[in-house]
């Protein structure tokens, strides 16, 4: 069983920088993929970026690139998400998401099997 707390949303201007983290609890997580998810009010549930379980490979949907960084660290069990740049449409609640272990990195939500309670990022324009 993986538990995940994500932290670091809040009010940001756009323009601006939010940084945020997940802890992850068990041993797994370091044989574990994981991805930030996002949804917006009235939306679906959208993809931000994943990261393979070394950190080695990374992925980010098309607005996230060059925009966000995704690391994670296992000494610590945590993965983060660096977002700059921010602009109002990436107002959202923010999930972290792990997947099963030794399993391949992935930007489809519904290959995720342990999620984050999110956090609120909103941005003002």
């Keep these: 069983q993986v538990q995940l707390v994500e932290s670091g949303g809040g ?5 601006g920088s939010l940084r945020l ?3 992850a609890s068990g041993r797994t997580f370091s044989s574990s ?5 996002r949804r917006a009010p009235g939306k679906e549930r959208e993809f931000i970026a994943a990261i393979s379980q ?5 992925y980010y949907t098309g607005s996230a690139k060059g925009r966000f960084t995704i690391s994670r660290d296992n000494a610590k069990n945590t993965v983060s998400l660096q977002m700059n740049s921010l602009k109002p449409e990436d107002t959202a609640v923010y ?3 792990a ?8 930007s ?11 956090t609120q990022v909103t941005v003002s324009s």
Excluded: D, K, V
């Excluded at 993929?33 to 998810?37: A, L, T, V």
């Excluded at 489809?108 to 999110?118: A, L």
């Design 21 to 23: 983290s997940c802890a």
């Design 108 to 118: 489809n939500w519904r290959e995720y099997r342990y999620w984050g309670q999110g």
């Design 11 to 15: 009010l940001a201007q756009a323009g």
């Design 95 to 97: 999930y972290c998401a």
């Design 99 to 106: 997947r099963q272990r030794w399993t391949s990195i992935s």
């Design 54 to 58: 070394s950190g080695e490979s990374t």
């Design 33 to 37: 993929p994981m991805g930030w998810f």
